[in-house]
């Protein structure tokens, strides 16, 4: 019973956002499709997109290029471990043998961060993928651009929580003026993703490019006057 309530929920909910009534989000548009499932790397919309980033934590870490974590850990395999299906080698309707990240009391929420330095520029598409969750908390997913303004916000109804794959879905947020941040909380329970990515960097705003290039500017000609006086 509970189980088709969240489930028609969520098919609510996307059927909202495809008619465009999207309550929060400014020109931020939700990636979710409610219908397929996430195995592999595979079934991300990103994969193929310039600067294509994906974190797995299959090496026990989180160590991709300008992302960090602040919130949960790492979990290791386990009988609960609801990594994405084909991180264990082998796509088999379990995650259990992979490495996933999760919160075990996820109400206070943690937040996946972007670093605009590190990137040089801020993602256009950044996502993750939904593994598990508890069957009675409604997640949600707020995200954030470089001013820390909120630029998008949505809540989603709740599936099964062991290792089953079946259930896991891609949610990603695109964003044309780049994103900062992603904040992740539940109502109940805890979270567990996996396959944390991001694509489609745009530079950095104009006064610190500009400022770059002056640096360079200013490196040339010194180097002009040197070679001049040698
Ligand atoms: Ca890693
Ligand atoms: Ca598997
Ligand atoms: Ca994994």
Redesign the pocket.
């Known amino acids: 019973m509970m189980k088709t309530t969240v489930l028609m929920g969520i098919t609510v909910l996307a059927s909202c956002l495809m008619a465009g009534q999207n309550a929060y989000a400014g020109s931020a548009t939700f990636i979710f499709d409610p219908d397929t499932p996430y195995l592999s790397v595979d079934d991300s919309p990103f994969l193929g997109i310039d600067d294509f980033t994906l974190?797995?934590?299959?090496?026990?870490?989180?160590?991709?290029l300008g992302v960090t974590i602040d919130g949960g850990i790492?979990r290791e395999p386990s009988n609960f471990t609801d990594s994405v299906d084909a991180d264990d080698g082998v796509i088999d309707g379990s995650g259990s043998e992979g490495?996933s990240y999760w919160q075990l009391e996820a109400t206070e929420g943690f937040t996946i961060t972007f670093d605009e330095e590190a990137l040089g520029g801020l993602p256009t598409l950044v996502g993750f993928v939904w593994t598990d969750g508890n069957i009675d908390g409604l997640f949600r997913l707020e995200a954030f651009d470089a001013d820390g303004v909120s630029i998008f916000e949505v809540v989603l109804g709740d599936l099964v929580h062991t290792g089953q794959t079946d259930e896991d879905r891609f949610i990603g947020v695109e964003f044309a003026g780049g994103i900062a941040s992603l904040f992740l909380s539940t109502s109940f329970g805890g979270i567990e993703i996996d396959h944390v990515q991001y694509a489609s960097i745009i530079p950095l705003p104009a006064p610190l490019a500009l400022g770059l290039a002056g640096l360079a500017g200013v490196i040339v000609v010194r180097r002009k006057r040197l070679l001049a006086t040698a």
């Open positions: 974190e797995d934590f299959e090496d026990g870490l989180v160590n991709i790492i490495h």
